[in-house]
Nanobody, 115 residues
Framework: QVLLVESGGGLVQPGGSLRLSCAAS????????MAWYRQVPGKQRELVAE???????NYADSVRGRFTISGDNAKGTVYLQMNGLNTEDTAVYYC?????????WGQGTQVTVSS
């Protein structure tokens, strides 16, 4: 079993920054994709950013240029640096890691952007 735990969420004012962290425990060998998703009530969970073992990254249009994903597959850690936050970024953020066809999810961390 793989357990993912997120941290770093909280309340921040518009224009502020947060850095989310996710650490995996258990059998983490073979992890080759890591990602961050977010979800708000009444909406589908959406991909925010992902990073592959090659280092190639992909970002949602809404966050490109403001967010940066990084991680270490061998260590089972993934980070999301969020700058220039606005109210539309308010959501529960989930980390995800993949091995073959199996996806693992964290419990989520709340990010609230409000003045």
């Amino acid at each position: 079993q793989v357990l993912l735990v997120e941290s770093g969420g909280g309340l921040v004012q518009p224009g502020g920054s947060l850095r989310l962290s996710c650490a995996a425990s258990g059998s983490i060998s073979g992890i080759n994709l890591m990602a961050w998703y977010r979800q708000v009530p009444g909406k589908q969970r959406e991909l925010v950013a992902e990073i592959r073992g090659s280092g190639r990254t992909n970002y949602a249009d809404s966050v490109r240029g403001r967010f940066t994903i990084s991680g270490d597959n061998a260590k089972g850690t993934v980070y999301l640096q969020m700058n220039g936050l606005n109210t539309e970024d308010t959501a529960v953020y989930y980390c995800q890691m993949r091995r073959i066809l199996t996806y693992y999810w964290g419990q989520g961390t709340q990010v609230t952007v409000s003045s």
